[in-house]
């Protein structure tokens, strides 16, 4: 049963950092790329970030270059999203996705919150 766990949400204010990370099971993690996407309330979900499946190549959304970070550790099939300078744009709920092969494999998100 392939499985994908987020953790990590909160609430935080203004420029304070969270790191989210996602426990992957039930499929080969290796192989995969994987993605964190965000979805704010009324607005569409949106890619934030991406890594290859060995971890050599990252792309951003241009909104948070700079201020997040992903990463992966394969040896534990997890993958992390490290977010600093948060700011109030930034409050959705963050999913990790596993996408290649011609299958898509989605957590259920946690949620960030940032205000003061």
């Known amino acids: 049963q392939v499985q994908l766990v987020e953790s990590g949400g909160g609430l935080v204010q203004p420029g304070g950092s969270l790191r989210l990370s996602c426990a992957a099971s039930?499929?080969?993690?290796?192989?995969?790329?994987m993605k964190w996407y965000r979805q704010a309330p009324g607005k569409e979900r949106e890619m934030v970030a991406s890594?290859?499946?060995?971890?050599?190549?990252?792309t951003y959304l241009d909104s948070v270059k700079d201020r997040f970070f992903i990463s992966r550790d394969n040896a534990k099939n997890m993958v992390y999203l490290q977010m600093d300078s948060l700011k109030p744009e930034d409050m959705a709920v963050y999913s990790c996705?596993?996408?290649?092969?011609?299958?898509?494999?989605w957590g259920q998100g946690t949620q960030v919150t940032v205000s003061s």
């Open positions: 039930g499929f080969t993690f290796t192989m995969y790329p």
């Open positions: 996705s596993a996408q290649g092969w011609g299958r898509e494999y």
């Open positions: 890594i290859g499946a060995v971890g050599a190549s990252r």
